[in-house]
């Protein structure tokens, strides 16, 4: 069950083994928000296996390995944060399906903002994505940020501008403290 959607929340509490959803457009600033708010082996970033994979990896290579990472990090209990546009209901649906058959909360992190500051954004990277896809990607994120509690996430923070993004606290719940095994002998 959901708990609703939280629209411009100031504090977001993140469960340790929780899998952690970045919802956005190219250049709506996920990566920032990631690198600012999240420990780096926890992030699975589809850029950044781009990066790692030699040649060109298709998107079907590139997303079966991301998705191989998390099921991974969920298997383990480890938080699992995609950092990827994650804007496909489908693709959503599939890691939400992780997440419960590892026992594992899902929620999502939704960076709706505006057109303009996305496409800015995108215009001074070294790598842009083209203005037609970003422009796709805000309108999927402005027609789905309204139903995302009902694809079974646990909770959904929405961001709808910098200043929401730039205010916002984090704080990842500690997880169980794992006890050393004792061996007896005798």
């Known amino acids: 069950m959901s708990e609703g959607i939280a629209s411009q929340p100031s ?3 993140v469960p340790a083994d929780a899998l952690v959803l970045l919802i956005g457009a190219a250049g709506s600033g996920k990566s920032t928000f990631a690198g600012h708010h999240f420990v780096s082996d926890c992030v699975v970033s589809s ?13 079907d290579v590139l997303f079966a390995e991301l998705h191989r990472r998390v099921q991974a990090r969920l298997a383990g209990g480890r938080l ?3 950092d990827a546009t994650n804007t496909d209901w489908m693709w959503r649906a599939q890691l939400v399906a992780d997440a419960r058959r590892y026992g ?8 709706n903002l505006p057109a303009d500051v996305c496409l800015a954004r995108n215009a001074a ?5 083209p203005a037609s896809v970003i422009r796709r990607q805000v309108a999927d994120v402005t027609r789905d940020v309204e139903r995302l509690d009902l694809e079974g996430f ?14 916002v ?18």
């Open 47 to 59: 850029d950044r296996l781009r990066a790692e994979m030699t040649g060109a990896p298709t998107d």
């Open 104 to 111: 594992r909360p899902s929620m999502a992190i939704v960076f």
């Open 125 to 129: 990277r070294a790598r842009t994505v």
């Open 154 to 167: 646990a909770t959904v923070h929405v961001l709808r501008s910098v200043a929401d993004v730039d205010a």
């Open 80 to 82: 699992a944060v995609v």
């Open 11 to 13: 504090r977001i509490d």
């Open 169 to 186: 606290t984090l704080e990842i719940e500690k997880g169980p403290v794992p006890r050393p095994s004792v061996n007896s002998v005798g």
